[in-house]
C-alpha cells in the first residue's frame, strides 16, 4: 500500500515536517495494517518534535500519538479483526500519515456509527485524563480536585469524566476568558493571572486530594503546597519548559528535581509522581484496551464531547502544530483522507 508521512526532521519551528511517500509493506505476524483516516494534533507532539522530552523520538520520525482507521488487512495469527473494521490505537509516534503497521493488541475497535474524527478527538486526552483519574488519583464521589489548564484538551477532558463521576469538587485553572467555559462544567473556576488558586482553595474547604499539573518547573512545587495529608501530585506535563517556541531543560529539571523527587524525601504523608501512559501500561497491562474502550463508549453515549472541533488536511500537519503552540482553543484532527 502507498502512504504518505509527514516526518519530523528537525526541532525547528518552521520546516520542520516533510511529506515523505512510501510503500507500506503487508503486515507481518501478530500485526494488522490501518488506513489511517485521522489522527490528534496535541500538546505532546509539539513537545516531541522540540526534543524537549527526555527519551522522546529522534529525528527523523513521524509524530502523531492517536490515530483511527479502517484494518486493510491481517497478519498471520490475527484472529479477532477483520479488514473494513474501524480501530484506534495510542501509540508513541506515527499517527500523521494515512497508513501504518500495528501490533493487533494495540487497537481497539471503534463503536458502530462513530466517525473517524469524532474518535480521534478524543482518544488521547480522554484516555489519559480517565486513568488519571480512576487508576492514578482514586478519585471518588467526595473527591477535592484541582485542574490546571482546565480550559486546555485534558483539561477540559478532566472536567468532563469528573462531571461523569459525581459529587467531585474540581478547581479548575484557566484565563479569565475561559472561565465561564470552566463553571459550565461544575468547576470553581480560577484565573491564573489574576488569583492565587491556594488561596481560593484554602477559602473554600481547605486542601485537595489531588492536583493535576501539567503547566510543570516550579508551578509543581505550588501543586504540592495545597494537597491534604495523603494527597497526591499528579505531574503530566511541563508546558513550561517550552516558552516563546524555546525549549528549558532548566525549568525541566526544576520540574522533576524540586517539583518531584524533593517532595519524596519529606514523610509527610503527600506523594507525588509524573503520569505516563507507557510506565502505567507496565504494571498494569490491561488497562489500555479498558480505558480506550471506555472513553469511546463515552463519547458514543455523548457523555463526553471536545469543545471545539478542527479538521486540517494530513499535508496541513506543521501549520496545526504551529496553532497548538499558539495556543488553540480547540482539538485539532487531521483528516488522513485529505
Ligand atoms: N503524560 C502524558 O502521558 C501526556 C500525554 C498527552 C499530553 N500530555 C500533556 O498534557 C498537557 C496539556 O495538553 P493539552 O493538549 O490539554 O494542552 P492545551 O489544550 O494547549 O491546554 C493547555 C492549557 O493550559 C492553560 N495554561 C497555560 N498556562 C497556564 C498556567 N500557568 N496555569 C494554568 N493554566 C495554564 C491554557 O489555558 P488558557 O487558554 O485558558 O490560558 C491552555 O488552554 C501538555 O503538557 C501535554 O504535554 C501528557
Same mark, same amino acid.
Request: proline share 5%; glycine share 12%.
Given at each position: 500500500?502507498?502512504?504518505?508521512?509527514?516526518?519530523?526532521?528537525?526541532?525547528?519551528?518552521?520546516?520542520?515536517?516533510?511529506?515523505?511517500?512510501?510503500?507500506?509493506?503487508?503486515?507481518?505476524?501478530?500485526? *494488522?495494517?490501518?488506513? %489511517?483516516?485521522?489522527? =490528534?494534533?496535541?500538546? #505532546?507532539?509539539? !513537545?516531541?518534535?522540540?526534543? &524537549? /522530552? @527526555?527519551?522522546?523520538?529522534?529525528?527523523?520520525?513521524?509524530?502523531?500519538?492517536?490515530?483511527?482507521?479502517?484494518?486493510?488487512?491481517?497478519?498471520?495469527?490475527?484472529?479477532?479483526?477483520?479488514?473494513?473494521?474501524? *480501530?484506534?490505537?495510542? %501509540?508513541?509516534?506515527? =499517527?500523521?500519515?494515512? #497508513?501504518?503497521? !500495528?501490533?493487533?493488541?494495540? &487497537? /481497539? @475497535?471503534?463503536?458502530?456509527?462513530?466517525?473517524?474524527?469524532?474518535?480521534?478527538?478524543?482518544?488521547?486526552?480522554?484516555?489519559?485524563?480517565?486513568?488519571?483519574?480512576?487508576?492514578?488519583?482514586?478519585?471518588?464521589?467526595?473527591?477535592?480536585?484541582?485542574?490546571?489548564?482546565?480550559?486546555?484538551?485534558?483539561?477540559?477532558?478532566?472536567?468532563?469524566?469528573?462531571?461523569?463521576?459525581?459529587?467531585?469538587?474540581?478547581?479548575?485553572?484557566?484565563?479569565?476568558?475561559?472561565?465561564?467555559?470552566?463553571?459550565?462544567?461544575?468547576?470553581?473556576?480560577?484565573?491564573?493571572?489574576?488569583?492565587?488558586?491556594?488561596?481560593?482553595?484554602?477559602?473554600?474547604?481547605?486542601?485537595?486530594?489531588?492536583?493535576?499539573?501539567?503547566?510543570?518547573?516550579?508551578?509543581?512545587?505550588?501543586?504540592?503546597?495545597?494537597?491534604?495529608?495523603?494527597?497526591?501530585?499528579?505531574?503530566?506535563?511541563?508546558?513550561?519548559?517550552?516558552?516563546?517556541?524555546?525549549?528549558?531543560?532548566?525549568?525541566?529539571?526544576?520540574?522533576?528535581?524540586?517539583?518531584?523527587?524533593?517532595?519524596?524525601?519529606?514523610?509527610?504523608?503527600?506523594?507525588?509522581?509524573?503520569?505516563?501512559?507507557?510506565?502505567?501500561?507496565?504494571?498494569?497491562?490491561?488497562?489500555?484496551?479498558?480505558?480506550?474502550?471506555?472513553?469511546?463508549?463515552?463519547?458514543?453515549?455523548?457523555?463526553?464531547?471536545?469543545?471545539?472541533?478542527?479538521?486540517?488536511?494530513?499535508?496541513?500537519?506543521?501549520?496545526?502544530?504551529?496553532?497548538?503552540?499558539?495556543?488553540?482553543?480547540?482539538?485539532?484532527?487531521?483528516?488522513?483522507?485529505?
Amino acid at each position: 500500500m502507498q502512504t504518505t508521512q509527514m516526518r519530523a526532521v528537525n526541532r525547528d519551528a518552521a520546516n520542520c515536517l516533510q511529506v515523505r511517500e512510501t510503500e507500506l509493506p503487508a503486515p507481518p505476524a501478530g500485526q *494488522v495494517r490501518v488506513r %489511517v483516516e485521522a489522527a =490528534g494534533v496535541s500538546y #505532546g507532539d509539539l !513537545l516531541f518534535q522540540r526534543g &524537549v /522530552v @527526555p527519551g522522546g523520538p529522534k529525528t527523523p520520525f513521524i509524530p502523531g500519538c492517536d490515530l483511527v482507521g479502517v484494518v486493510d488487512a491481517v497478519g498471520s495469527g490475527v484472529t479477532d479483526l477483520e479488514p473494513g473494521q474501524r *480501530v484506534c490505537a495510542l %501509540v508513541v509516534s506515527g =499517527g500523521y500519515a494515512d #497508513g501504518m503497521n !500495528l501490533p493487533a493488541e494495540r &487497537v /481497539v @475497535p471503534v463503536p458502530d456509527g462513530m466517525s473517524a474524527v469524532d474518535a480521534a478527538a478524543v482518544s488521547l486526552n480522554y484516555f489519559i485524563a480517565h486513568q488519571m483519574l480512576h487508576r492514578v488519583g482514586k478519585v471518588t464521589s467526595g473527591s477535592r480536585i484541582l485542574v490546571h489548564g482546565a480550559s486546555g484538551g485534558v483539561g477540559l477532558a478532566f472536567l468532563q469524566l469528573a462531571e461523569h463521576i459525581g459529587g467531585v469538587t474540581v478547581f479548575g485553572t484557566a484565563s479569565a476568558a475561559n472561565l465561564d467555559l470552566l463553571r459550565r462544567h461544575g468547576a470553581i473556576a480560577i484565573d491564573y493571572r489574576a488569583d492565587d488558586f491556594a488561596n481560593v482553595i484554602r477559602d473554600n474547604g481547605g486542601k485537595v486530594d489531588v492536583a493535576y499539573d501539567p503547566i510543570g518547573g516550579t508551578h509543581f512545587i505550588r501543586s504540592y503546597s495545597v494537597l491534604r495529608r495523603g494527597g497526591r501530585l499528579v505531574a503530566y506535563g511541563q508546558n513550561d519548559a517550552l516558552r516563546n517556541g524555546k525549549p528549558s531543560l532548566r525549568i525541566g529539571a526544576i520540574g522533576f528535581l524540586a517539583g518531584i523527587a524533593a517532595p519524596k524525601l519529606i514523610p509527610d504523608g503527600r506523594t507525588t509522581g509524573f503520569y505516563n501512559a507507557l510506565a502505567l501500561e507496565k504494571t498494569q497491562p490491561h488497562a489500555y484496551r479498558e480505558d480506550l474502550t471506555e472513553v469511546l463508549s463515552l463519547a458514543a453515549a455523548n457523555k463526553i464531547a471536545v469543545r471545539e472541533l478542527i479538521t486540517v488536511p494530513l499535508r496541513d500537519a506543521e501549520e496545526a502544530l504551529q496553532r497548538v503552540e499558539a495556543g488553540v482553543a480547540g482539538k485539532i484532527v487531521l483528516d488522513c483522507t485529505a
